[in-house]
C-alpha cells in the first residue's frame, strides 16, 4: 500500500546512457513532481505536472523528459547521462487543493553515473 | 541564491530536552512555511506547516514559530526523542500562481539517549 513508489531504488550506469526512472503514486493526487538532491544536499524542483499538464519546469538541461501517462504516474527519462547528474532523485505528489503546499514524497532513486 | 537557508547543518541534543531548530528566508513572497523530516534511504516526510497570518502552530510535541519581520522561522521539539533523530528540511512557498516549493539545506538533529 505504498503511497508514492519509484522505481528503481538505486541506479548505476555509465556516461553518454539513457535511463529512466518510474514514478507513481496511488493517493488520487493530482499534481506529482520531480525533485534532484544533489551532493551538496540541496532537495531542488525540477518539473511539475498538474493532470498530465506541465506547470513547472525549472532550469533543467532537457536532457531530461518527463513524461505523465495519466495522472498517477510521472516519469523521468535522462538522455546521455552526464557525471553531474549523479544525485538522488525524488518523486513527490501533492492532492488537489493543496497548491503544492503539503507533498507526499518517494523514497528516491540514486543515480550513480560512472 | 539561496532563498530558505538553515545555517547550522547539524544539532546535538539530550533525549528529554528541547530541539530548535532554525530556518531563515529572503523572498518575502513566501507565505507558507512548512517543516519534512527525513529518514536515511527514504523521501522526506512532512512535520507541520505555518501560514505567515499566524505566528504559532503546535503538533503535539512539534511548535513552529514564525518571525516575519526578521524572515525567520523556528522549530522546537519538545521532549525530544531519540526516534526524532533525522534530517529536518525548512520549506517554504507562495500562494501565488504556480510557485515551486523551496526547500533549505537541511538540519541533521542527533539525539542522544
Known amino acids: 500500500d505504498t503511497a508514492v513508489s519509484q522505481t528503481p531504488k538505486y541506479l548505476v550506469t555509465q556516461m553518454g546512457n539513457d535511463k529512466s526512472i518510474k514514478c507513481e503514486q496511488n493517493?488520487?493526487?493530482?499534481?506529482m513532481y520531480w525533485y534532484k538532491q544533489d551532493s551538496k544536499k540541496f532537495l531542488k524542483i525540477m518539473f511539475s505536472y498538474n493532470n498530465k499538464e506541465l506547470i513547472i519546469n525549472e532550469t533543467v538541461p532537457n536532457r531530461f523528459s518527463p513524461k505523465s501517462p495519466d495522472k498517477a504516474h510521472l516519469n523521468l527519462h535522462i538522455n546521455s547521462l552526464e557525471l553531474g547528474d549523479s544525485a538522488v532523485y525524488f518523486c513527490?505528489?501533492?492532492?488537489?487543493?493543496?497548491?503544492?503546499?503539503?507533498?507526499?514524497f518517494g523514497p528516491g532513486t540514486r543515480l550513480l553515473v560512472l | 541564491d539561496q532563498q530558505v537557508k538553515q545555517n547550522s547543518p547539524s544539532l546535538s541534543v539530550q533525549e528529554g530536552r528541547i530541539s530548535i531548530l532554525n530556518c531563515d528566508y529572503t523572498?518575502?513572497?513566501?507565505?507558507?512555511f512548512l517543516w519534512y523530516k527525513k529518514y536515511p534511504a527514504e523521501g522526506p516526510t512532512f512535520l507541520i506547516s505555518i501560514s505567515s497570518i499566524k505566528d504559532k502552530n503546535e503538533d503535539g510535541r512539534f511548535t513552529v514559530f514564525l518571525n516575519k519581520s526578521a524572515k525567520h522561522l523556528s522549530l522546537h521539539i519538545v521532549p525530544s526523542q531519540p526516534g526524532d533523530s533525522a534530517v529536518y528540511f525548512c520549506?517554504?512557498?507562495?500562494?501565488?500562481?504556480?510557485?515551486?516549493?523551496?526547500f533549505g539545506k537541511g538540519t541533521r538533529l542527533s539525539v542522544i539517549a
Open positions: 520549506a517554504a512557498i507562495s500562494n501565488r500562481g504556480n510557485t515551486p516549493l523551496v
Open positions: 513527490a505528489s501533492s492532492h488537489p487543493g493543496s497548491r503544492g503546499k503539503t507533498q507526499y
Open positions: 493517493l488520487g493526487h493530482d499534481t
Open positions: 523572498n518575502s513572497m513566501f507565505d507558507y
